[in-house]
């Protein structure tokens, strides 16, 4: 957009975890003629509100769009909150850029692909966009737009463990090609990955310009090429570019080779995820999740005698899952090498296989304690809510009561500061009441 001339401002309120009421008077000096609105779905009503206050107190009233991940899945819920005028589904760097163009033509909208308004009382869903084929031809963020000195003050990407302060998140590729019946495939069903060369050059920029110290890779699936994955560590390596790094959305375990480990401790990675979920059968066919729990164990071994962390999500709640079967997920994460672990309660978003699956149960958008994986939302296990509570708490304590273990977490977590100051009572809250949330229960 800045490259067609338009001037853009970019206003992060989670930096601050303040109201759009403290930056109003920034807001009102800019005299926004668009306003763009993102949130996850546990921010809903706050983007509601967001959207609200200033559609009734900006002089002049914008035109607002709502994008992103929580806009996409409930697309229409979102275009009938009032104010908002347009939602972009999916990708939005080409949709804006032409949503934009309209507006200024004064074209009509149904000419942008990609979107979903409403006029006079009935929702318009246009065309869908395709998605970008060549990811090289998505521009590199534009960093300047914020004051990145300000996220390096207290970082916390995706919940950093390591102890640099001067992190940033890249994304090296988009979608996913298997078929988890509770995702939502935001960024589609196929691997769509950057070259090593843009990557790097990407790499090269934010060492040289804001002297970063630490990235975290947010792919989907990094390591499903597997040559590319190499050949951006080796590069790593060879251009002497010394970064810790780590993979917060996860790596697919069984792609993930024991000859792999070197490079990848060499290159700076200091922690991988691993999305396991369940050690029953039974659920892991159930949600399409073909894996061999045996191989997990080898590579999650692999990586502890390289001297690479490990974190394992797990999911707990699942469609007619029992109370043997949750303990036995239980059972394997606390009898693994994994250095540390959450246990997820299983959410629904409309989309998903899982969603089709249990019948479309009736889901409030707008309400954002539906969509908190610390929360119950829609409970259909075999036991009751608040057995179900009592067995996420029972994880925790069993997870992390070995002694081995917390001997490990001490190991690998770079941050031993952080480590005592959050995470240790975290994880207590966490075995005492199953859940870290002060809101009430739904």
Known sequence: MSKGGDTVKVIDLRLDKVSIQSRFQEVLDFKPDVVGVTAMSIEAEVMASTIQFL?????????????????????????????????????????????????????????????????????????????????????????NLIDLEKYFIAPNFHDSRGDKK????????????????????????????????????????????????EIHI???????????????????????????????????ADLLKKEDLPLYKKAGVYQVCFGIESASDRILSMIGKRQDLTKINEIVADCYREGIGTHGFFM???????????????EYARRSRLITANFSLVKLFPGTDLYEKVGKPLLNSQDGRLFCFDLIGVNLSQVSDERLMQLRARAYRRFYSKPRRILDVWKFTPNKVKLFKKNLFSVLKLSIKGTNVNKPAL
């Not at 006029?119 to 869903?125: A, C, T």
């Not at 998140?169 to 988009?174: D, E, G, L, Q, V």
């Not at 988890?180 to 790499?203: D, P, Q, T, W």
């Not at 947010?218 to 190499?230: G, K, L, V």
Request: aromatic share 8%.
């Open 218 to 252: 947010e792919d989907d699936i990094f390591n499903f090429d597997r040559a590319r994955a190499t050949q951006i560590l080796e590069s790593l390596v060879s251009e002497k570019i010394h970064l810790d790094i780590c993979f917060p959305s996860g790596l697919k």
């Open 166 to 213: 001067r992190i940033i998140p890249i994304f090296t590729s988009r979608g996913c090609p298997f078929r988890c019946a509770y995702c939502l495939h935001v960024m589609g069903g196929k691997f769509r990955a950057r070259s090593a060369e843009n990557v790097l050059k990407e790499i090269r920029h934010l060492c040289d310009t804001y002297h970063i110290e």
């Open 55 to 143: 559609a009734t107190n900006l002089p002049v009233r914008p035109f607002f769009v709502v994008g992103g991940s929580h806009a996409t899945v409930f697309s229409e819920n979102t275009a009938t909150i009032p104010y908002v005028d347009c939602v972009v589904i999916g990708e939005g760097e080409e949709t804006v850029v032409d949503l934009v163009r309209s507006l200024k033509e004064k074209a009509p909208l149904e000419q942008v692909k990609g979107i979903v308004f409403s006029r006079e009382g009935r929702l318009i869903r246009t065309p869908p966009r395709e998605l970008i084929a060549n990811f090289d031809d998505v521009p590199h963020p534009v960093w």
């Open 316 to 330: 707990i709640g699942f469609p007619g899952e029992t109370e043997e079967e949750i303990r036995r997920t239980i």
